[in-house]
């Protein structure tokens, strides 16, 4: 893996580019799949773009189309939390989703953290892999969930 200008992470994987710059991002593949899919049902197309804005992403492209995609929200210090993971379903069962996750684990900008987190409804065992368990103590854990944040954009451009 190269570190090219700045800090961003390109690797090679036969035919598959995995890159964390920005500019290769395709909003329309990341919106296309998100609005779809059950945790982020109906995120408008500008809560995407501002999503991305704020993160370290990786995306995963075959050519020039974007197939994968993940993203880091973190303080690059003491925390990470891992979102809006995904590998297009042609593209899926290739080693793809665990590529990008092995490659923002090791990033050089998010070592040392004391805690990374992630939800998942059904991919532990990908997860797992990277070290990741469930909740030691759920007790200790609190959370504010609005699931239906999204609905009240309904009927605006997305
Ligand atoms: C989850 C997802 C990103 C995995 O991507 P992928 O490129 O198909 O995964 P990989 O080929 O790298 O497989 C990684 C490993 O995770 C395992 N895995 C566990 N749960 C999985 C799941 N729900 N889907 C796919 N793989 C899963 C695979 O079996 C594989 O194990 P192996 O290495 O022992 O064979 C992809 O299936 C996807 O986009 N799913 C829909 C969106 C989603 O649910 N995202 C996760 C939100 S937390």
């Not at 500008?46 to 370290?56: D, K, P």
């Not at 080693?95 to 996750?101: A, E, I, Q």
Request: some cysteine; charged content about 20%.
């Amino acid at each position: 893996m190269s570190q090219g200008a700045g800090s961003t992470i390109e690797a090679r994987r036969g035919e598959f580019l995995l890159s964390t710059d920005r500019d290769r991002l395709d909003l329309n593949v990341i919106h296309g799949f998100l609005t779809a899919c059950y945790w982020a049902k109906g995120i408008p197309r500008e809560v995407v773009a501002r999503s991305i804005e704020n993160s370290l992403c990786c995306g995963v492209y075959k050519q020039t189309q974007q197939v994968g995609f993940a993203r880091v929200v973190s303080d690059f210090a003491t925390y990470a939390y891992i979102g809006d993971v995904f590998v297009l379903e042609a593209f899926r069962g290739q080693g793809l989703g665990k590529w990008m996750m092995e490659a923002i684990m090791t990033h050089p900008q998010l070592q040392g953290l004391r805690r990374w987190s992630l939800v998942t409804r059904d991919a532990h065992s990908l997860y797992q892999q990277l070290s990741f368990t469930p909740l030691k103590k759920p007790e200790n854990y609190m959370e504010l969930h609005n699931p239906s944040v999204y609905q009240s954009f309904s009927g605006e451009a997305k």
